[in-house]
């Protein structure tokens, strides 16, 4: 008993502490927000709420609800036929319809605006072949192109999700509806789609907060929106409360969009006693192959192949230019940053999950939860989360130093490596924390409990048999957030140091200064990257047999 008591109390003091430190600091961000809605609203508020707040709430909403219509129209169709119907070219273009993913909305963006420009090689197309001048008719520099161009980037996140839940479908449930008379399109729309809304919700839910966290895409097409509205507040009007309320906002919209998935996971359920068998595929042939082809392609070719095919021509055009200058260091930037927050990611992970298996608190484990909760926060909400309470510090630190003798020090947190690496630890722990916990939950705690009855610290218990056992797990989760690091724009444009470019960065501000085609270099070594980590998403989907 004395034993097992000094043990609890070691774990507690050790572990527990660390990590209970570890959600205090990754807390601040949020902290910082909700404490910064008591002083009050900055001067430009009323200007803001006036003018401006109507057009982010507006847009806001048509936004999200335009994108996440758009997405169902390109992830359901596809996903279901990819699912169930053999048709040529099937495997290709399982594998094409995840790799949008790979492709930021910003980089999306100013890739069709180039395209669909009257100088891009749709209209010179119209214009010397069919004699069409469409200018006018193809601006897609507005809500409707913002919508359009979000769609492609995004519909993945449904198609995936509707994917694994079409591949594991109640079959009997499907069977018992043709049975019974109905075709198979009122089977899919009577059966199949009820039984998978709670997989829908789930996929549409990150596609809400990828909008509501999108910056560059509306940025360049002009629209005005909250992620815009809190940059401007911050850079233009010098207000950061201006910016603290908007952020509240936004969160406000952000917690909305969790809540509604949260309820629709609990009112929608179905449940099997018996073991399903997989659906089994049918071949489609003549009109139906190309129908199902052309539903499936379409959407493949306008989210990676056509975007894709632009940026490596533009590049090709560019070779020497301006895209490719100080090239290598951005390169170096980015991987260095996306290396460095990965490990971090991966740590902290380790640390919180471990504590939560050494004690088992429902508070901790609620708290940890929390502690994950950034991923679900717009990167432009933690930025300003980040940068005041660094700003505090730098000012004390700097009074500090003055007094003892130290002057001239400068700001040594806000506009650092340092910020924002803890910035970007805040928005993706959640991608580290995931897969790792449902790996250590594989483990189970048998091995944990032989290693302490044998007389091993919780240390050398994580150390020799936990961490070697997950290698592949640990690997896989940092390379998620590695990906995410590296094509994350509104976090980075706010907290980089000065004059310090990543290729997202780099690539957004040349579109933005209309160097298109000089933007395609960095923009392609993001998407090649990004490629990687999908591929193993893929392998994850279709690794049962009947996949």
Avoid at 286 to 300: D, E, M, Q, W, Y
Avoid at 353 to 378: C, E, H, N, Q, W
Wanted: aromatic residues 12%; hydrophobic residues 55%.
């Amino acid at each position: 008993m004395v034993q097992a008591f000094s043990y609890n109390l070691r774990s507690f003091n050790g572990w527990v502490l660390i990590a209970s430190f570890t959600m205090v600091i990754l807390g601040i961000p949020i902290y910082t927000i909700l404490t910064g809605l008591i002083p009050g609203p900055g001067p430009n508020w009323a200007h803001l709420v006036t003018y401006l707040l109507p057009d982010y709430l507006i847009n806001s909403s048509i936004l999200v609800v335009g994108t996440a219509l758009l997405t169902l129209l390109w992830g359901v169709p596809s996903a279901w036929f990819v699912s169930t119907f053999e048709f040529p070219g099937r495997k290709l273009l399982e594998w094409l319809l995840i790799l949008p993913l790979a492709i930021p909305t910003y980089i999306m963006a100013f890739t069709y605006a180039g395209m669909v420009d009257y100088a891009g090689p749709l209209q010179t197309l119209l214009r010397n072949w069919f004699d069409l001048n469409l200018a006018s008719s193809l601006d897609i520099l507005n809500i409707k192109g913002v919508m359009f161009v979000l769609s492609l980037a995004l519909f993945p996140y449904v198609y995936v999700i509707s994917r694994a839940a079409f591949l594991t479908q109640y079959r009997s449930l499907i069977e018992a509806s043709q049975m019974l008379g109905a075709s198979a399109f009122r089977s899919f729309f009577k059966v199949v789609l009820p039984v998978s809304r709670p997989a829908l919700v789930a996929g549409l839910t990150l596609v809400i907060m990828e909008v509501l966290n999108d910056y560059g895409a509306v940025k360049y097409y002009g629209v005005r929106t909250f992620t815009t509205g809190i940059f401007r507040s911050w850079f233009s009007y010098e207000d950061p409360q201006a910016a603290i309320y908007l952020s509240s906002l936004l969160l406000l919209f952000v917690f909305g969009a969790l809540v509604f998935e949260r309820i629709q996971r609990g009112a929608v359920g179905f449940y099997s006693n018996t073991v399903e068998r997989p659906l089994r595929r049918t071949k489609a042939t003549g009109r139906s192959a190309l129908g199902v082809i052309l539903v499936c392609g379409i959407p493949a070719v306008l989210g990676f192949v056509l975007p894709c095919a632009q940026l490596l021509l533009w590049t090709l055009e560019s070779k020497g230019q301006i895209g490719f200058a100080n090239l290598g260091e951005m390169i170096s930037n980015s991987f260095i940053l996306a290396s460095v927050a990965a490990t971090l990611c991966v740590v902290v992970a380790i640390v919180l999950i471990f504590a939560t298996r050494l004690r088992s608190s429902i508070i901790l484990k609620t708290s940890v939860r929390l502690s994950t909760m950034g991923y679900a926060i717009p990167g432009a909400v933690i930025a300003v989360g980040v940068m005041i309470p660094f700003l505090f510090i730098d000012k004390q630190l700097i009074l500090w130093l003055s007094k003892v003798g130290v002057e001239n020090s400068g700001l040594i947190l806000t506009g650092t490596v340092l910020g924002l690496l803890f910035a970007y630890v805040v928005r993706f722990l959640a991608v580290a924390f995931n897969p790792i916990e449902s790996g250590f939950a594989r483990l189970g705690k048998p091995l944990h409990e032989v290693g302490t009855t044998l007389g091993a610290s919780p240390w050398t218990v994580l150390r020799k048999i936990n961490l070697p056992l997950l290698t592949g797990v640990l690997l896989s989760a940092g390379l998620l957030v590695f990906i995410d690091v590296l094509k994350e724009l509104p976090l980075t444009l706010i907290l980089r140091p000065f004059n310090f470019d990543t290729l997202a960065t780099r690539s957004f501000e040349l579109a933005s200064d209309e160097l298109i085609a000089a933007a395609a270099a960095p923009s392609l070594i993001i998407i090649l990257t990004g490629i990687i980590p999908i591929h193993l998403l893929n392998r994850l989907i279709t690794k049962r047999k009947w996949a």
